[in-house]
């Protein structure tokens, strides 16, 4: 495989900017009509993607193992948006038909060759996994949202329970589609360990202007339905790890180290946690009492609530890396941290700094898919 | 054609025909001049030949055009019109109705995100003022009622005054009848503020719902 060629070809093609995927999804809707429907109505964000999805699979051409698992999830992953196998040709001669189309007279039948045989492959790679995945788990899950429970002005808990079971790792996220917001999905995650009933938890925060945060929020009734994803997301647990647990968990960032918490309260031997819960209000804190509850009944749990911007708060009050920081040393903890982007990166940034080594670092990571 | 018409200036036209008048043949003899006539119906034979020639290659012409339409249309290229072009001509139309689309959406997305902030301000605001005045309310109560005991405090202790004693005691019931009341103020303004925040933002959630729903049915296009 060339990948070199390939990878300049695109270069050259992505210089026309939204141009390119603008034609591609045009062309493949005229040509197969059916298909638009997997798609939300406003394309602009599948459209900001699919160069870059393009680019990283051409970068990775020249180390197929890593590619092989990211197509494998990548597959799995879009049997939920109802993609079927001969859903893979049509992208594919739209997407030969674009590259044609802005590369002009620099398309010859050798890069043409190159771009279906390397298309081939990612598709075969794709449509593998998917079968593969078929064998032991349904596309997407209906859930029944069992309550929603308001807990603070911008924060609900939903309890959904899914058909059929899903079976998941504490920590990890799905995704999730309103039918109000049709083939909108967004990542949750799950923010309790597995239950006999099949429930999960999610903690929603209302986002403004948040087209899937808000249908969730204002637009649910106990008995309606979602749909559920499979179970996705790398912030689990490290069981094998000796050490004890930092977690660090800015407002909804709080639900997967709640399920990663009750999953420790069910083994014989749980390692000392010490969590950070921080919000800029003491509104924000919502789920507190429920946490002190369980730090009450656990030795090994110390939680600790912080705002930063509340200043009738009565505890620790600063930014969330701050206030961790100040607190002690945690090179010797394996970190969980969960939160906003720019705390997330800010707190991995100085527990590095502070001598945590990147491997006992755990933060969530999609790879494939937006937040 | 029009062309050649123009080009070929020799040629006859149903005017020529119309207009010919034929010279009169030499004295002693009758009728017209022979050569005369002759010349124009050779005229007239050049025109004929001239035209169906052009019948012809037009009839050529419509034949070979008419098949290429055809073969297009079967095969997908080489067609007159250019089959490519207006694909990629569909492609745009279908590109711009997706735009259209994309904005109402970033519209309707813009409109709530600006209606959830200015309310999310707005409680801020309305709680912040909220507890500014209880705070205010509560310093109030407690300085009156320092004050008060200060006083009974430092009241002359004259045994013989029964009657200050007494106005004393009636001051100090007075001032916890007061609090009493201050208190149940305080609570009742308080209760009142946080029902008119539950009520208006239940209110806005309505309104919010509204205009996501308008907006979805704005956006009704989901096939552009």
């Known amino acids: 495989m060339d990948a070199r060629r390939l990878k300049d070809s695109l270069d050259s093609v992505a210089r026309h900017g939204d141009e390119v995927p603008l034609f591609f999804y045009s062309d493949l809707f005229i040509k197969h009509p059916e298909v638009r429907d997997l798609f939300p109505i406003s ?27 990211f197509l494998k999830g990548l597959g799995r992953d879009h049997r939920k948006f109802g993609t079927a196998a ?12 674009t590259l044609a189309h802005f590369a002009g007279d620099t398309w010859t039948p050798e890069l043409a060759n190159a771009w279906s045989d390397a298309y081939s492959m990612v598709a075969d790679a794709m449509r593998q996994a998917a079968k593969e995945d078929e064998a032991t788990s349904p596309a997407s899950w209906r859930g029944i949202v069992v309550s929603c429970e308001r807990k603070a002005y911008d924060i609900s808990v939903l309890q959904v329970r899914p058909d059929p079971r899903l079976d998941f790792v504490p920590g990890q996220s799905v995704a999730i589609e309103s039918p109000q917001r049709p083939r909108l999905w967004r990542y949750y995650s799950i923010a309790n360990a597995p239950r006999d009933d099949g429930t999960l938890d999610f903690h929603v925060r ?14 649910q009734v106990v008995g309606g339905s979602l749909r559920l994803g499979p179970p996705v997301g790398v912030l689990t647990l490290d069981a094998r790890s000796p050490r004890d647990i930092l977690m660090v968990a800015g407002s909804t960032g709080l639900a997967p180290m709640k399920a990663i918490i009750e999953h420790l309260a069910r083994l014989q031997v749980s390692p000392h946690v010490h969590l950070f819960f921080c919000a800029r209000t003491a509104d924000g804190l919502y789920d507190l009492p429920s946490l002190e509850k369980m730090s009450a009944e656990h030795h090994w749990l110390t939680v600790v609530p912080a705002t930063s911007a509340d200043r009738r708060f009565r505890g620790e009050s600063g930014s969330a890396p701050d206030v961790v920081m100040r607190a002690g040393n945690w090179s010797g903890h394996d970190a969980y941290l969960a939160g906003p982007t720019e705390m997330v990166r800010e707190t991995s940034a100085r527990l590095t700094a502070a001598g945590t080594p990147g491997d006992q670092i755990h933060v969530e990571d999609f790879g494939w898919s937006e937040r | 054609m029009t062309a050649s018409w123009q080009e070929d200036r020799k040629r006859l036209t149903p005017d020529d025909v119309q207009a010919v008048t034929f010279r009169l043949s030499r004295l002693g003899r009758r009728g017209l001049d022979e050569e005369h006539v002759r010349s124009f119906l050779r005229d007239v034979e050049r025109e004929l030949v001239a035209l169906l020639n052009e019948k012809v290659s037009l009839w050529n012409e419509v034949e070979r055009l008419r098949r290429r339409i055809i073969k297009g249309m079967k095969h997908g290229d080489e067609v007159l019109f250019g089959r490519e072009d207006a694909h990629v001509h569909a492609v745009r139309i279908l590109s711009n109705a997706q735009l259209t689309a994309d904005r109402y959406v970033a519209d309707a997305q813009a409109y709530s995100h600006r209606l959830t902030e200015e309310a999310r301000t707005r409680r801020d605001e309305i709680l912040n003022e909220a507890q500014q ?10 300085s009156q009622a320092s004050q008060a005991a200060i006083a009974s405090l430092n009241a002359p202790a004259a045994p013989q005054m029964e009657a200050s004693r007494s106005a004393l005691k009636a001051e100090i019931a007075y001032l916890r009848t007061f609090g009493e009341v201050y208190r149940t103020h305080l609570r009742a303004y308080t209760e009142g503020m946080l029902r008119s925040i539950e009520e208006w933002e239940r209110n806005e959630a309505g309104a919010i719902e509204q205009a996501s729903a308008g907006a979805s049915d704005l956006l009704d296009l989901r096939r552009p």
């Not at chain 1, 993607?49 to 990775?60: N, P």
């Not at chain 1, 209302?206 to 637009?219: N, P, Q, R």
């Not at chain 2, 005045?133 to 407690?142: C, D, G, P, R």
């Open chain 1, 86 to 97: 001969e859903h893979y040709d049509a992208v594919g001669d739209s997407l030969l038909a």
């Open chain 1, 206 to 219: 209302l986002i403004d202007g948040g087209a899937v945060s808000m249908a969730l929020t204002y637009g």
């Open chain 1, 43 to 69: 394309m602009k964000a599948q459209r900001e993607h699919l160069i870059g999805a393009l680019a990283q699979i051409v970068a990775q051409f020249d180390r197929v193992d890593e590619l092989a698992v």
């Open chain 2, 133 to 142: 005045h209880a705070e205010l309310v509560l310093a109030e109560a407690t």
